[in-house]
């Protein structure tokens, strides 16, 4: 048996466990050429739908969310991927996706820590970007649980040290009457 040399990098790149975008570097549109299946899976996205389309019309900015940056700042990390042939480290971003039709309308809340990454001819021309992220919704709602519970527990404590001082000042008080 000969074994293939052969090697199907749409499918290895398909295939890939974490989140991949495979990006055109045609500003301002970003056209999508391929996703990982894991990519697909965490954005609810069929590759049909998405691909030979603009970024920003298939992750558009929840319209819902007067705070909303994501495409802005994304955007402005894909530039930089292309100026500056180099890989873009972008820090934690809220940026939400939109539901399929079968899962309603509106958007979801994620959180994502994205990285840009230049593909370069040999004259060094960027030819593609892989846009990957991990998403970190998960840690970030269990952050902000922690934080809630501390802040919760915190007031309770303020509160019985203000009960125990106002005892205690009742108590004073009767002894020196």
């Not at 000969?2 to 301002?28: C, G, M, N, T, W």
């Not at 970003?30 to 739908?49: G, N, P, Q, V």
């Not at 558009?60 to 530039?79: C, I, W």
């Not at 030819?127 to 934080?147: A, P, W």
Request: charged share 30%; glycine share 2%.
């Amino acid at each position: 048996m000969e074994i293939s040399r052969r090697i199907d990098h749409e499918k290895v790149f398909q295939a890939l466990p974490a989140l991949y975008l495979l990006l055109l570097p045609d500003a301002p549109v970003f056209t999508i050429l391929d996703a990982s299946d894991a990519y697909l899976l965490a954005t609810m996205r069929i590759r049909e739908e998405i691909v030979n389309k603009g970024i920003f019309e298939v992750f558009p900015d929840n319209p819902d969310d007067p705070n909303a940056n994501g495409t802005n700042n994304l955007r402005q990390s894909l530039l930089r991927v292309i100026e500056r042939k180099k890989v873009d480290v972008m820090p934690l971003q809220k940026y939400d996706i939109p539901l399929p039709p079968e899962k309603g309308q509106g958007f979801e809340e994620r959180f994502w820590h994205p990285k840009n990454t230049p593909v370069v001819n040999s004259k060094g021309a960027v030819l593609y970007i892989v846009h990957m992220v991990e998403d970190v919704t998960k840690n970030v709602r269990l952050e902000n649980k922690r934080k809630l519970e501390a802040k919760t527990a915190a007031l309770e404590i303020a509160q019985k040290s203000r009960f125990i001082q106002e005892n205690q000042t009742r108590i004073h008080y009767i002894l020196n009457r």
